[in-house]
């Protein structure tokens, strides 16, 4: 990692309260490797070391804001694409267990194989969908903490979301802006899917400014049993929201 890099991991989590300093060598490690694997395939659309560093690592840590992560969780990261946040979170905290969850196996590899070159004992990736893995006892209101970044609207989120988590589990949706709309399809999809919404706090990505929300749902009991339906419907008709 260059060291104009390095100094924006610094400040950035500086603000959110984060000491990175101990972790430097294995964020410059996790930095290597997602490098090397964009070059071998287009891993993610973030190429440069200042983008890599704000954007995926620092992004990534603004969700252990609200202190809704306190604790030694079992969490999912639905949508983990690259290992975000997973990886972040899990260098910060080897307390918490994560399960990174994404239907693209390839990737579900990358992460599997970073975790295991940073020594991340508490990353244990799954392939699959959503849809599928929640219908697996295993799977299902199994687990204390589902956190999430750029997969799909709050309603969609719910739907998917949800059954993984224990009662009285959370899900932490770390998301771009939200309209009204999106929020009030997602607190009646949090409502249907036995669930409700308990944080919605609108925050500024460090350094960048970039406008961000952490919206945080509590799940109160089982999710009823004919979610989420199946695989591909949750996304292409959003419960309670017909503007996609
Ligand atoms: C835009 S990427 C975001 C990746 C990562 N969370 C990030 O912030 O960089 C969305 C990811 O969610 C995965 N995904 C979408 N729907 C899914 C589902 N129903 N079950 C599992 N993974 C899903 C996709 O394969 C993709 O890798």
Redesign the pocket.
């Known amino acids: 990692m260059n060291p104009e890099a390095a100094d924006l991991l610094r400040c950035g989590a500086q603000e959110l309260g984060i000491d990175v300093e101990p972790a430097l060598d294995r964020f410059a490690a996790l930095l290597a490797l997602l490098q090397e694997g964009n070059a071998r395939f287009n891993l993610?659309a973030l190429k440069t070391e200042p983008d890599i560093v704000l954007k995926?690592f620092v992004d990534s840590l603004t969700c252990f804001g609200g202190g809704h992560l306190e604790g030694a969780h079992q969490v999912v990261?639905?949508?983990?694409?690259?290992g975000?946040?997973t990886l972040p979170l899990a260098i910060m905290r080897a307390d918490l267990m994560f399960t990174p969850?994404?239907?693209?196996r390839k990737?579900v590899e990358f992460v599997r194989a970073t975790a295991e070159a940073l020594g991340l004992h508490n990353v244990r990736p799954l392939a699959?969908?959503?849809?599928t893995l929640t219908r697996q006892p295993k799977h299902r209101d199994r687990y204390d903490r589902v956190v999430?970044?750029?997969?799909?609207a709050l309603p969609v989120l719910a739907e998917?979301a949800l059954p993984f988590l224990r009662p009285g589990g959370l899900l932490v949706a770390q998301k771009g802006p939200i309209s009204p709309e999106e929020l009030r399809a997602g607190q009646r999809a949090a409502g249907e899917l036995g669930g409700r919404v308990i944080e919605v706090e609108a925050f500024s990505l460090p350094v960048l400014g970039d406008a961000r929300t952490l919206v945080v749902m509590e799940k109160l009991r089982d999710t009823p049993s004919k979610y989420p339906r199946r695989?591909g419907v949750?996304?292409q008709q959003p419960l309670f929201w017909s503007a996609k």
Do not use: C, Y
């Open positions: 993610t995926h990261d639905l949508g983990t694409g690259a975000f946040p969850v994404d239907s693209t990737k699959g969908r959503a849809e999430v970044r750029a997969v799909a998917l695989e949750p996304n």
